[in-house]
């Protein structure tokens, strides 16, 4: 049997979707942070169902994810008007 190389363990349990929009560096790595948020979301409500994380502990823990990702969107400017003249 081949063993899979931590490349290959990384992208099955950590998927990342194509990026469509607008090519800008800062757009590349807010969408991957977004991607990774969606993940992790998803591993805490199915912990929260799976009944190995309290109702609290899964809301504090997104709430921190939150956090993280509005530090994110603030740092790369997203989403900011920028004046031209």
Not at 25 to 50: D, R, S
Request: no cysteine.
């Amino acid at each position: 049997m081949v063993k899979p190389n931590q490349e290959q363990k990384y992208s099955f349990i950590y998927p990342r979707s194509r990026y469509y929009g607008e090519f800008k560096p800062e757009n590349l790595i807010f969408n991957a942070n977004l991607q990774e948020f969606a993940q992790k979301v998803g591993y805490v409500a199915n912990l929260e169902t799976g009944g190995k994380l309290s109702p609290e502990d899964a809301y504090k823990y997104i709430q921190t994810l939150w956090k993280e990702l509005k530090h994110s969107k603030q740092e790369l400017r997203i989403g900011l008007k920028q004046d031209n003249s």
